[in-house]
């Protein structure tokens, strides 16, 4: 009888585990079936890769060529590097005496390029850090260089530099009377968030310094509202650096709450409608460029297999069924917009895409200038405290929160949103941009160049047709022409809108004879036989090597 009634209890405990066991099948299957997807999985191999670097004996054939294209490679190395030298000379030396001061530039200079060729490179070849001026599409840098910008610094950038100064300046002046007063509310502060409410479609709106403190406070609320606690964020997406929505590499802790789904998928939306401890779902609408990967950055290409792909229709059907399984499930769905906010449409990606969100957060361009972040909200979700229970509280504050000086500057920014100039900079964006980047991937084809480009609007990366271990290299060679990119390289080009037909006429001849200097350099020789796939089998073979 003992027996019977223990096995019957097995039988049941069974019985009452196999909807949890069916849950989280789901939920795995639900991931992206890659490292971008499995954080844990993904620090382990962090922690497993050995470092190693090539030498001046490998450094210039580690795709096999013959030594003729090697020494000639070697001639072209080091000759750029002694233009650098000398055309950027000042600027090179406050950015080598910054170094040792500025973590960040240790930081973004050994990751420039992948890792096994950047100590060479970085002993022959270097790039300035400091900028001394700025003029319509163009920066200037301590020697006096002009480059054109392609930065859009990290995103900011939309209206044009000239804009931002003209919103710092009036900035300054409107809040000059009250100066740095902080914890009271500059006059101004009432007429931003009126407008920050008709632009989002939401109720109330709190301010805060940066976009990564806005994510961190609309998660935080919509966990306090639902009294859940998952997170959920789409593969590669980037939310700011804080430990919830930045899993894996470049993350010492491990995520707690959070879910990296696939982006675009079925299984996503079938693990949100059957789940209940979702609070959550953040979407950044810059992954609609490259869904379900990390952002392009030159450090990781060693085999030329980078892809990019815009389809608005499809995105736009994605987000309007998130929007549902969201509503039906009582979830919460964020955009995050500090980077497409105002850039995408004068209303943001909710007038883009047709997409109505519970909290949106915005920064970079919205401060005209200075750091800002947002977050925009129905007011049950703002809420930060209940009325029949005082001790439950969702605090957050911060000193800088509202600063006059940030909010005048805003203010500024908000009236030259207004005006039939800057509207009439978003006119048919989506066409003049498009063509832009066919006209320029006509160009590369013509000329037999194995690149081309991919955007969202205003948002390029570049791609590759062929397998290559080089490819990073193109981006010193596009320096070399006058063209300013960021520390990440060819990954990203970020225009402002109030570039000329002019310009981008300029900025494609400039291309192009980069990739002219690239090729005669002998970086693009091909062995015919090589494939991607060879490629990446033998730098996992190199590895190996390397740990045992």
Not at 186 to 208: M, Q, T, W, Y
Not at 324 to 348: K, M, N, S, W, Y
Not at 475 to 501: D, P
Not at 526 to 532: H, P, V
Request: glycine content about 8%; proline content about 4%; hydrophobic content about 40%.
């Amino acid at each position: 009888m003992d027996e019977t009634l223990t096995l019957s209890a097995l039988a049941l405990g069974a019985l009452a585990l196999l909807p949890v066991a069916k849950r989280r099948l789901e939920l795995s299957r639900a991931k992206h079936r890659s490292l971008a997807g499995h954080s844990r999985m993904a620090k382990r191999l962090a922690r497993w890769l050995p470092g190693y670097a090539y030498d001046d004996s490998s450094w210039f054939n580690s795709d096999g060529a013959p030594e003729s294209v090697a020494s000639q490679r070697r001639t072209a190395l080091l000759h750029l590097g002694d233009e650098f030298r000398t055309r950027y000379a000042q600027s090179l030396a406050m950015t080598a005496q910054a170094r040792a001061a500025i973590s960040d530039l240790a930081f973004t200079g050994r990751y420039r390029v992948p890792f096994q060729y950047s100590p060479l490179l970085r002993e022959h070849l270097q790039v300035g850090a400091f900028l001394r001026a700025s003029e319509g599409v163009q920066v200037e840098d301590l020697d006096g260089n002009r480059f054109y910008d392609l930065t859009g610094s990290y995103g900011v950038n939309v209206l044009g530099y000239d804009t931002y100064k003209a919103c710092m300046h009036e900035g300054a002046q409107a809040a000059d009377a009250l100066g740095p007063v902080l914890g009271s509310y500059h006059p101004c502060v009432l007429s931003n968030a009126e407008r920050l409410k008709r632009i989002s479609g939401l109720d109330e709106v709190s301010f805060h310094m940066s976009g990564t403190e806005a994510v961190m406070q609309a998660v935080r609320l919509a966990r306090y509202h639902t009294g859940r606690k998952r997170l959920v964020r789409f593969c590669g997406a980037y939310h700011g650096w804080w430990e919830d929505v930045q899993p894996g590499p470049g993350n010492p802790l491990p995520p707690r709450e959070t879910y990296t789904l696939q982006d675009m998928a079925e299984r996503s939306l079938h693990v949100l409608a059957t789940r209940r401890d979702i609070a959550c779902v953040l979407v950044n609408p810059l992954q609609a460029l490259h869904p379900n990967a990390n952002a392009p950055g030159d450090s990781s290409l060693i085999d030329g297999s980078r892809r990019a792909q815009y389809d608005k229709a499809a995105y736009t059907a994605w987000l309007k069924r998130l929007r549902e399984v969201c509503t039906a499930r009582g979830i919460v769905l964020i955009f995050d917009e500090v980077f497409v906010g105002f850039r995408l449409a004068a209303g943001g990606a909710q007038q883009y895409f047709g997409v109505q969100a519970d909290m949106v957060t915005y920064g970079k361009t919205l401060g005209g200038g200075l750091p800002i972040g947002v977050v925009c909200g129905k007011a049950e979700l703002m809420k930060r405290y209940r009325e029949d229970r005082p001790a439950d509280l969702c605090f957050a504050r911060g000193t800088f929160n509202a600063h006059p000086y940030v909010m005048a500057s805003m203010s500024a920014f908000l009236d030259r949103l207004e005006t039939p100039a800057t509207r009439a900079l978003y006119e048919d964006l989506d066409d003049t941009w498009n063509r832009r980047a066919a006209s320029l991937n006509a160009q590369l084809e013509a000329a037999g160049h194995p690149v081309r480009v991919a955007n969202l609007q205003t948002i390029w990366t570049v791609l590759y047709t062929q397998p290559g271990r080089y490819h990073w290299m193109l981006q010193f060679y596009l320096r070399q022409q006058g063209l300013a990119l960021s520390w990440v390289g060819t990954g990203r080009f970020i225009f402002s809108l109030n570039y000329t037909e002019d310009d981008f006429t300029e900025v494609c001849r400039r291309f192009l004879a980069a990739c002219e200097a690239m090729r005669d350099a002998g970086w693009w020789w091909r062995d015919e036989a090589l494939t991607t796939k060879r490629i990446r089998r033998s730098v996992l073979m190199e590895s190996l090597r390397q740990k045992f």
